[in-house]
């Protein structure tokens, strides 16, 4: 969506002022859905707000969406406003924001009083400023004398690429040609377009394609249509958890491959040994603890009585 589609948007959206917050959902691959009522408003970042009648399951509830639950209970909601015609909405709960901000990856923060309670990416600072919207009026674009093509200046008019282009369309001017060779004709052309557009942007809205439309979200959640989903990440579940066993199977043949060589070590000693080991068996089950202390004494073995252990001095 461009700047003009979310000032569009937030047109229709102004009835739901004055509804109390119901529920909020984080769903995957950043998309957020808020419930007003009986109204389902759908966030996906960076790309698009608009009501849906599409409702995807929801899973378990993050920190996040457990955050916005508990702060936003029970209020109101007090406004929604576009910050400055950027891509910025802020949904206003009694002085508690919901700040859906909707350029570069896109982010969703909560914020009372300037602070940050809560946010989907974490920010840098703990207090929330809105970015510097750099706004240039149309005037602003015809008194400069930049070389840049006229569509690279007029993006700073804040209405978004798509209208810009359709405002040059519309005035017959190319959007190649620099700022600094437009005729007086052209400038007049295009201040013509640019009010036209801005009086009727859903004439010249990419997403309704100049077609009359029950509502701007209606056209939104039909473009986008029903969420897609993605089978990828079920199938990288499956093969992280068959690696994960495969690792442990691994695992567990290393740890027998060593007790089974260990105890053959122990077998192939006690073999070469018999006679020793044999002697001492004989001797405990004869006379017990004395006669294998008689026989370590005899052969020169170290025995502790304390811990029984005996230490047997076997030659080569």
Do not use: C
Request: hydrophobic share 35%; no cysteine.
């Amino acid at each position: 969506m461009a700047n003009l589609d979310y000032s569009l948007e937030i047109e229709e959206l102004q009835p739901l002022e004055g509804l109390f917050f119901d529920k909020f959902y984080e769903l995957p691959e950043g998309r957020f859905r808020l419930k007003l009522g009986k109204t389902h408003i759908l966030m996906e970042l960076p790309l698009r707000i608009h009501k849906t009648k599409y409702l995807e399951k929801a899973p378990e509830p993050s920190s996040f969406a457990m955050k916005v639950r508990k702060e936003l209970k029970g209020k109101k909601l007090s406004s929604i406003y576009q910050h400055e015609r950027d891509r910025v909405v802020v949904f206003d709960f009694e002085g508690t924001l919901l700040i859906a901000e909707m350029f570069s990856k896109g982010n969703l923060l909560l914020v009372r009083e300037g602070k940050v309670l809560s946010a989907w990416e974490k920010p840098k600072e703990k207090m929330y400023s809105f970015p510097i919207s750099g706004e240039k009026t149309l005037e602003d674009v015809f008194s400069s004398s930049s070389p840049e093509p006229v569509a690279a200046e007029m993006r700073l008019l804040n209405i978004g690429m798509p209208y810009v282009r359709a405002v040059l369309k519309d005035a017959g001017v190319p959007d190649s040609r620099p700022v600094s060779k437009l005729s007086d004709s052209d400038k007049e052309a295009i201040a013509a377009s640019y009010e036209k557009v801005l009086s009727s942007p859903a004439r010249f809205s990419a997403f309704t394609k100049g077609e009359e439309q029950e509502s701007f979200s209606q056209a939104l959640d039909e473009y986008y249509g029903p969420p897609k989903v993605s089978e990828k990440p079920k199938r990288q579940e499956e093969l992280e958890r068959l690696t994960r066993l495969l690792e442990k199977q691994e695992e567990r043949k290393k740890e027998l491959e060593e007790k089974d060589e260990s105890s053959k070590k122990k077998a192939d000693m006690i073999y070469s040994h018999y006679d020793e080991v044999e002697a001492l068996l004989l001797a405990y089950r004869k006379g017990g603890m004395k006669s294998v202390e008689n026989l370590a004494e005899k052969k020169g073995w170290n025995l502790n009585k304390k811990k029984k252990e005996l230490e047997l001095q076997l030659g080569p």
